[in-house]
């Protein structure tokens, strides 16, 4: 796929949602990193579920300090993995509130630091919560990149290195959230809906599906 290609890709995309944005609920940068947390092999909707009843009577580190480990766990166990994510809540929740003052940290390596967050979550928060202009590669954006030939790699580490080097800057922003939403409701894993796909003549993947005939 050449740049021109890509330009036009991001462009209809744009044109299309002007302002995309997580599906994710929350209200502060706390919020949206233990709502990305929680949602590791888990739907949007699910966390937002969760989150719901979580974020009302705990939306700090301290407050969910305060409600402990069972505590935390009780509001959060319709999710995936609940145990483990709890622990791990708790844990980061005890790094922000001694070595950062209750506040999400800005930088990567901090936010890495945290146990649970690795870098596809460190890059939502920095741009979602902070406006950086990170990428995130999840299993949506990854196949997209590849299906489509916008930045094939073997890796979502890959991935990320070449989408960082080939989306237009003026993209580059709301390149994560309009690639997830392509790839949640469009380029799905088994049936992608190509027939009423934006970007379709543009796309490198040879195997389209047509849409359904009509009767």
């Not at 744009?14 to 947390?37: C, D, Q, S």
């Not at 509001?75 to 844990?91: D, M, P, Q, V």
């Not at 596809?120 to 919560?129: F, I, R």
Request: with cysteine.
């Amino acid at each position: 796929m050449n740049n021109d290609k890509r330009r036009e890709i991001f462009t209809r995309w744009r044109a299309a949602n002007p302002h995309p944005a997580t599906e994710l609920n929350y209200r502060t940068p706390f919020e949206l990193l233990i709502a990305v947390i929680l949602s590791a092999q888990a739907t949007d909707k699910g966390v937002n579920k969760a989150t719901a009843l979580l974020f009302p009577v705990a939306d700090t580190p301290q407050a969910i300090l305060d409600l402990g480990l069972e505590g935390l766990k009780g509001y959060i166990r319709t999710i995936g993995l609940y145990n483990s994510k709890a622990e791990n809540i708790i844990r980061t929740c005890r790094i922000l509130m001694d070595q950062w003052q209750g506040e999400v940290p800005r930088e990567r390596a901090a936010l890495e630091a945290l146990p649970g967050v690795g870098r596809k979550t460190a890059n939502v928060v920095l741009n979602t919560a902070f406006g950086e202009p990170t990428i995130a590669v999840d299993t949506h954006i990854f196949r997209v990149a590849n299906r489509t030939g916008i930045a094939p790699g073997k890796t979502p580490s890959a991935v990320e290195t070449r989408l960082l080097r080939v989306v237009p800057a003026e993209f580059r922003q709301d390149a994560h959230h309009w690639m997830i939403l392509h790839g949640r409701y469009t380029c799905t894993a088994r049936a992608p809906k190509c027939g009423q796909c934006l970007i379709a003549d543009l796309c490198d993947f040879k195997d389209k599906v047509p849409s359904p005939a009509s009767t």
